[in-house]
């Protein structure tokens, strides 16, 4: 067996701030108490991010990376025909939804702080952009307001996942760790979101 | 000039209990806090409420009649022609957001502490059946998951509302205090909704 290296301090902090700020927001939690929880000395946080608000702004930048930046990739390519244009966005719409997941503690502080992740505005113009393109190519309807629709896109995403442990209380569905589940909630979710509910 | 009578010592602790558990959680505030800022004694939760809890429930109670239990009386009539169905779901939909506007405080304080408002299966059940008997109709596509529509009202209207400070900051617009914003959004939302995004 080999053994597996921890993971670096910083990284360890990273994940302890975020763990515990979403429990108890900023102002209810201390440094020593992230340090002690992360198992590094009392100045660690200090020593990467100079202060307490160093490490949420850290943590911040994070999300915009993994949650933002990377599904932003995605849209680099011009699609070239309906089919393609409607894989992109089902696609984006599935990455959004399992980095949301995957970086939940960190989407809890964000959310709970009222942050404000720097790529958060580069997304909805990147998406905005996008959709305006096809609509020039006749994939989206004239009339849609494509400033719009990273807000289902992402309202609908915060919301399952933040209240995650709510709808299973109250429904039983378990979007975090049930992956059909989550297949049909996206299918389902992408059908509204393209063709709308009227006939 | 006729005086206002000031409003009663119960209608003022729930206002006040709302707007501080808002600002900083239930844990955050303390029960003769919520006293000195409503003008009361400090006895006076435990007259009205028993509890700081029994202050929280009420709050939640007061949540779920006024933007469950109200807007939920749009659709005891039955639509009768496809444009009657449509008009009641905007309706629906604008109803909904000016309770979550008007009770702004109030809806903050649920979502931080991710309570359950007693009324909120009820309405997603009712739209839901509601929505399947405009299925049954015609009025709606036969692919819609009906028990995902009140998901995309609710997340649309509860991020604009509770989000509004930030999107204000971010993109200048005021959907709390602007009508011509406000009805601006409400129409690219419902547009969307009903008819998607796909050509």
Redesign the interface.
């Known amino acids: 067996m080999t053994e597996v290296a921890p993971s670096p301090p910083k990284d360890r902090l990273l994940t302890s701030g975020a763990h515990l700020m979403a429990e108890r927001?900023f102002?209810?939690v201390s440094v020593r108490e992230i340090c002690a929880d992360a198992g590094t000395s009392n100045n660690m946080v200090h020593h990467y991010f100079g202060t307490k608000q160093g490490l949420l702004d850290a943590i911040v930048d994070e999300f915009s990376t993994e949650v933002f930046a990377i599904p932003m990739r995605l849209m680099d390519k011009e699609p070239r025909s309906?089919e393609e244009f409607?894989s992109i966005i089902e696609l984006l719409f599935e990455t959004t939804l399992e980095a949301f997941i995957e970086h939940r503690s960190v989407m809890m502080v964000v959310v709970r702080e009222?942050a404000?992740p720097a790529a958060?505005?580069q997304y909805m113009k990147h998406v905005a952009a996008f959709?305006e393109q096809a609509k020039a190519r006749?994939?989206?309807?004239?009339?849609?307001?494509t400033?719009?629709?990273t807000?289902?896109f992402?309202?609908?995403i915060?919301?399952?996942v933040q209240?995650a442990?709510?709808i299973q209380?109250?429904?039983g569905t378990d979007l975090l760790s049930d992956p059909g589940y989550r297949q049909q909630?996206c299918e389902?979710?992408l059908?509204?979101?393209?063709?709308?509910?009227?006939?």
Do not use: C, H, T
Request: aromatic share 12%.
């Open positions: 927001g102002d209810g309906k409607l009222q404000d958060l505005p959709l006749g994939y989206v309807r004239g009339e849609v307001d400033d719009m629709i807000g289902f992402l309202d609908r915060l919301n399952q209240f442990p709510w209380r109250v429904y909630w389902s979710n059908d509204v979101l393209l063709n709308g509910i009227a006939s």
